[in-house]
């Protein structure tokens, strides 16, 4: 069980603690540290004491409950965004394919990439001819052009690369949107990076 470093106090559980002697306050604030501590409840026959221990202790325990649902809520999640990323950088079929689908040749591909690029089609297309001499990842950023990419994620992949890994990257990625027109699907940049689809293009029609 998920403990949390911090004790909150209601309004109505000081109001009672005010009422009370220093020497029973301080016994109370006590019993408290010792449960969150170690989960023991005091031994003490006074009822007042009790009966504020117990008032407090139950919102305790329903604060810990929160929060371990909400700890475990966070893991689900991050455990099934991994195994997504893995299933798509181990098998071989994911890499090959845009989407779980095999890449389109780039005849008859739609000329609109929604939330992509607002460029034609055909100024895509030439620049796929040019040479790539900036390969910086800035450069990378502004050409592969998907806001909501995780940047640190996609600038380690990016270190690792060749130099000539980089160039081909860069020069596929607008290729690489009109393949994925058609889905309307356009993976973040860490993915693309993980694919390498600019290595089986032509491979699989």
Known sequence: MKK?????LYTNELN????????????????????????????????????LFEMIK??????????NLLCKKYSE??????????????????KNTCNGTPLQSVENASDEIS????????????????PQDDTSFEHLWQVYNHPKSDRH??????????????????????KYRIECAKERYFPYLAMYLGKKPWQCDGKEK
């Open 115 to 130: 939330n992509v690029t607002k460029e034609p089609i055909s100024r895509e297309i030439q620049k796929t001819e040019e």
């Open 4 to 8: 949390k470093n911090s004790l909150k």
């Open 153 to 174: 994620r996609a600038e380690l992949a990016w270190s690792i690369f060749s130099k000539d890994e980089k160039r081909a990257a860069i020069a596929y990625i607008p």
């Open 16 to 51: 009672a603690i005010e009422f009370l002697s220093d020497s029973m306050a301080g016994k109370v604030i006590k019993s408290v540290a010792k449960y969150i501590r170690t989960g023991a409840s005091p031994r003490t026959s006074n009822e007042a004491i009790q009966s």
């Open 77 to 94: 999640n991050a455990k099934k965004r991994y195994a997504k990323a893995d299933v798509l950088h181990n098998n071989p079929t994911a």
């Open 58 to 67: 139950n919102h305790i325990d329903e604060d810990r409950d929160a929060y």
